[in-house]
């Protein structure tokens, strides 16, 4: 079995930062891509970041510049770097990636808790 285990968010002014990070852990084999998404109230979970085996991040321009994907492939974590905060930022954060489990032998995508992430003065 595979788990994602999230750490950070929290309540922060606007144009502040804050870090995520997420550990998988267990039967792992390899991973492919690692990626974070986000889901505010009342909307679809959409896609902040991702990164593949490439070690190449991309972003969809509501958060381009402003947040950082970086993985650590040894550790088998993924973290974002979130600066320059704004209210619109405000939603549960999931960690998700792309397993490959070594028992058994399997690929699939596996997700975070979520953590709460709230923008607000």
């Known amino acids: 079995q595979v788990q994602l285990v999230e750490s950070g968010g929290g309540l922060v002014q606007p144009g502040g930062s804050l870090r995520l990070s997420c550990a998988a852990s267990?039967?792992?084999?390899?991973?492919?891509?690692m990626a974070w998404y986000r889901q505010a109230p009342g909307k679809q979970r959409e896609l902040v970041a991702i990164?593949?085996?490439?070690?190449?991040?991309n972003y969809p321009d509501s958060v381009k510049g402003r947040f950082t994907i970086s993985r650590d492939t040894a550790k088998n974590t993924v973290s974002l770097q979130m600066n320059d905060l704004k209210p619109e930022d405000t939603a549960v954060y999931y960690c998700?990636?792309?397993?490959?489990?070594?028992?058994?032998?399997?690929?699939?995508?596996?997700w975070g808790q979520g953590t709460q992430v709230t923008v607000s003065s």
């Open positions: 998700n990636a792309d397993i490959v489990q070594s028992a058994p032998w399997a690929l699939r995508t596996y």
């Open positions: 267990g039967s792992i084999f390899s991973i492919n891509a």
């Open positions: 990164v593949g085996s490439g070690n190449r991040p």
